[in-house]
Nanobody, 123 residues
Framework: QVQLVESGGGGVQAGGSLRLSCTAS????????MGWFRQAPGKEREFVAA????????YYSDSVKGRFTISRDNALNTVYLQMNSLKADDTAVYYC????????????????WGQGTLVTVSS
């Protein structure tokens, strides 16, 4: 069982930056691929970024590529999402996800999900 807790959300002006963190419980964090998803008001949840168990492979949605960076520190059981050049369209609840299978993360079919953290970007 893995529990995920996100933090770092908040309000920021357009063009600003935020860094989200997701800390996992358990000793097997390094075995899991991790991902970030988001859900804006009135919209479906969408994929943002994913990272392999060792950080060697990353994926990004076209909407965030070049602005967001996903990384992980297995010693701290934490995955990060550095968000730069934020836009109003980035406003959403951001969720952390974990799965032993990277393809499952990419497909939005992760085994574990966090409760989410709200990011609000004002224009």
């Amino acid at each position: 069982q893995v529990q995920l807790v996100e933090s770092g959300g908040g309000g920021v002006q357009a063009g600003g930056s935020l860094r989200l963190s997701c800390t996992a419980s358990g000793r097997t964090f390094s075995r899991y691929a991790m991902g970030w998803f988001r859900q804006a008001p009135g919209k479906e949840r969408e994929f943002v970024a994913a990272i392999s168990w060792n950080g060697g492979t990353t994926y990004y949605s076209d909407s965030v590529k070049g602005r967001f960076t996903i990384s992980r520190d297995n010693a701290l059981n934490t995955v990060y999402l550095q968000m730069n050049s934020l836009k109003a369209d980035d406003t959403a609840v951001y969720y952390c996800a974990a799965s032993s299978n990277l393809r499952a993360v990419l497909a939005g079919a992760s085994d574990y999900w966090g409760q989410g953290t709200l990011v609000t970007v004002s224009s």
